[in-house]
T-cell receptor, first 116, second 113 residues
């Protein structure tokens, strides 16, 4: 079945360090790919997305590129801040088919802590 | 503007009791989702509504779980005869259309004692 695998956490970095959180997927068809973020005490919110191969999603200094050949969507940021401390979830959604499900399939989440 | 609202925010119940969890989606959002978030398990899909119908109920763990949506708006997730393994955070999300980004509520934390 469709699934998302992301790197185990927790990840602890110092401020201004480079961040990579790996995400790979297995899917039938051609999924859209997403990163959601959950800040402490808040609900999940969309961070960025990519809908087709070679698309790059970006937001708040974070980037991820849809790599069909490696079925990956790794999240990167060049210089993390304390305020980036959160849990990050990679997710996929299959292309709309008539009458089909539009659910997102999520990875297990990666907790990031950034220390000053 | 108003986001997705879930109530209650916390619920403690005794094993064997029934519980109802409520979700008020963003006005005008046609798609509604329920997920369950357990420690170390990520987000587990439960059910998806498009309007009032549920094309995908595949994630409901057992027949003790049911959900409905009325008027294309409010949804209720009901868990009958709760068990300790039902303890989790239940998240609701809505989206404008099926292919739009999801907006999540803050969840209901259910504890079964």
């Amino acid at each position: 079945g469709d699934s998302v695998t992301q790197m185990e956490g927790p990840v602890t970095l110092s401020e201004e360090a480079f961040l990579t959180i790996n995400c790979t997927y297995t899917a039938t068809g051609y999924p859209s790919l997403f990163w959601y973020v959950q800040y402490p005490g808040e609900g999940l919110q969309l961070l960025l997305k990519a809908t087709k191969a070679d698309d790059k999603g970006s937001n708040k200094g974070f980037e991820a590129t849809y790599r069909k050949e490696t079925t990956s969507f790794h999240l990167e940021k060049g210089s993390v801040q304390v305020s980036d401390s959160a849990v990050y979830f990679c997710a996929l959604r299959l292309t709309l088919t008539q009458g089909g499900s539009e659910k997102l399939v999520f990875g297990k989440g990666t907790k990031l802590t950034v220390n000053p | 503007g108003a986001g997705v609202s879930q109530s209650p925010s916390n619920k403690v119940t005794e094993k064997g009791k029934d519980v109802e969890l409520r979700c008020d989606p963003i006005s005008g959002h046609t798609a509604l989702y329920w997920y369950r978030q357990s420690l170390g398990q990520g987000l587990e899909f439960l059910i998806y509504f498009q309007g009032n119908s549920a094309p995908d109920k595949s994630g409901l763990p057992s027949d003790r779980f049911s959900a409905e949506r009325t008027g294309g708006s409010v949804s209720t997730l009901t868990i009958q005869r709760t068990q300790q393994e039902d303890s989790a955070v239940y998240l609701c999300a809505s989206s404008l259309r099926a292919d739009s980004p999801l907006h999540f509520g803050n969840g209901t934390r259910l504890t079964v004692t």
